[in-house]
């Protein structure tokens, strides 16, 4: 499998380009701002990218979408909640197999409810959900402590303690991380009840 990260954009995101091979088919994760490496890598790489996965709707994961669709004419992918211009809108569970690669979706609201993660051959393309060494925040519109709460606890770490972190933006010490080590290093993950972690959100 071919998995490309890029850090572009002026809030540090990360833009993901997965394909089978060199030449085969594939997807772009999260198209940000600046996203001119990005089309360059496809065409140096020869990715036929047919879709494009957007793990939220906030702009700077979604800024490059049409670029990348005007290049490849990848198809969009979204949570069925998120308000983008979109051809596949998912709901929790449903997969996708690109270039023989499975993809599984995770709806996992809170930092907004259209919130994803994507799921593909050992890794999770965590958005703005889960980062390295921290979460999401719930202060902006849409955003609930609570639905972050059963999406992290109930979902995210439930996840095989192997399973490599891909989060949407370059916050942590390292670009990725696992499960494992988030469960044991990451302080937003310390064991907590639901109002516990309401209170520690809101502090």
Do not use: W
Request: charged share 25%; proline share 6%; with cysteine.
């Amino acid at each position: 499998m071919l998995l490309k990260t890029f850090q572009i954009g002026p809030y540090q995101n990360f833009t993901y380009i997965v394909a089978a091979k060199e030449g085969g088919e594939g997807v772009v994760i999260d198209p940000s701002f600046g996203i001119d490496p990005v089309l360059k890598a496809i065409d140096d790489l020869g990715v036929k990218v047919r879709y494009i996965l957007n793990t939220h709707a906030h702009p700077d994961h979604i800024a490059g979408n049409q670029d990348v669709r005007a290049r490849t004419g990848a198809k969009v992918g979204a949570h069925k909640a998120a308000k983008l211009e979109q051809d596949l809108p998912f709901s929790d569970g449903d997969e996708l197999t690109v270039g023989g690669i499975p993809f599984r979706v995770l709806h996992t609201p809170g930092h907004t409810p259209c919130s994803v993660v994507y799921l593909f051959e050992g890794r999770a393309a965590t958005g703005d959900t889960l980062f390295v060494g921290e979460c999401g925040r719930t202060d902006l519109p849409g955003g609930s402590n609570e639905d972050l709460y059963d999406s992290l606890f109930g979902k995210v770490l439930k996840l095989d303690d192997a399973t490599v972190v891909l989060p949407g933006h370059d916050y942590g010490r390292t670009p990725s991380s696992t499960i494992a080590f988030e469960r044991l290093n990451n302080y937003v993950l310390k064991p907590r009840t639901k109002a516990e972690f309401v209170r520690f959100m809101r502090s």
